[in-house]
């Protein structure tokens, strides 16, 4: 089992720039496929970035594509999301989750993850 604690949320004008982190409890971590979602109020969760076990291989969201980057440090337990070029559609709270790393790799629905942080919340103004 591992547990998942996101920070870096906060409060940023447009074109502005953040940078979560999600630390993971456990000596298991490089065993897991790590992802990034969000929900915006009234809207369902979508997948924002994905990144296999060894961090070979990423996967962005389409609306993110270009902004962000997820990148891991296995050493230290951690998987970052760089967000540059915000803007106020991208208000939401931010969630870390893992699942087991299989050959299917990076998976884009949050029905696949098995584990959850509890969010971090990233306002961006106009």
């Known amino acids: 089992q591992v547990q998942l604690v996101e920070s870096g949320g906060g409060l940023v004008q447009a074109g502005g720039s953040l940078r979560l982190s999600c630390a993971a409890s456990g000596r298991t971590f490089s065993s897991y496929t790590m992802g990034w979602f969000r929900q915006a109020p009234g809207k369902e969760r979508e997948f924002v970035a994905g990144?296999?076990?060894?961090?070979?291989?990423?996967s962005l969201g389409d609306s993110v594509k270009g902004r962000f980057a997820i990148s891991r440090d296995n050493a230290k337990n951690t998987v970052y999301l760089q967000m540059n070029s915000l803007n106020p559609e991208d208000t939401a709270v931010y969630y870390c989750?893992?699942?087991?790393?299989?050959?299917?790799?990076?998976?884009?629905?949050?029905?696949?993850?098995?584990?959850w942080g509890q969010g971090t919340q990233v306002t961006v103004s106009s």
């Open positions: 989750a893992a699942r087991r790393a299989t050959a299917a790799g990076i998976r884009y629905s949050r029905l696949e993850y098995d584990y």
């Open positions: 990144i296999t076990s060894g961090g070979g291989s990423t």
